[in-house]
């Protein structure tokens, strides 16, 4: 069982940036993808980016429309870690956002961090 850890996260107003980061202390070896989700009191997680690899290439990103052209997702499939660099915050990209891994361990989540914008 491989454990997750998010760093990062805090109190921004809108328009600032903040980078998110997420680290394996057990590496797998069939990491597939790592991704982000966040999730706001009352409300389902849901989903906000995700790095996929394919013979250890990052070599695809997905992102949720409402944090295309202002997220970026990047990463390293041997050292199992994601950084979410995140442009132009927004009140509604408040939330806990949680680092996700997909290996043959199945899905295994942190236990989230805080990102809060507000004025």
């Known amino acids: 069982q491989g454990q997750l850890r998010e760093s990062g996260g805090g109190s921004v107003q809108p328009g600032e940036s903040m980078q998110l980061s997420c680290a394996a202390s057990e590496p797998t070896f069939t990491t597939d993808t790592m991704g982000w989700f966040r999730q706001a009191p009352g409300k389902d997680r849901t989903f906000v980016a995700r790095a996929i690899w394919r013979n250890g290439y990052d070599d695809s990103r997905d992102y949720a429309d409402s944090v295309q052209g202002r997220f970026t997702i990047t990463g390293s499939a041997d050292s199992n870690f994601v950084h979410l660099e995140m442009l132009n915050l927004k009140p509604e990209d408040t939330g806990v956002y949680y680092c996700?891994?997909?290996?043959?361990?199945?899905?295994?989540w942190g236990k989230g961090t805080q990102v809060t914008v507000t004025s």
């Open positions: 996700y891994r997909d290996s043959s361990l199945g899905r295994e």
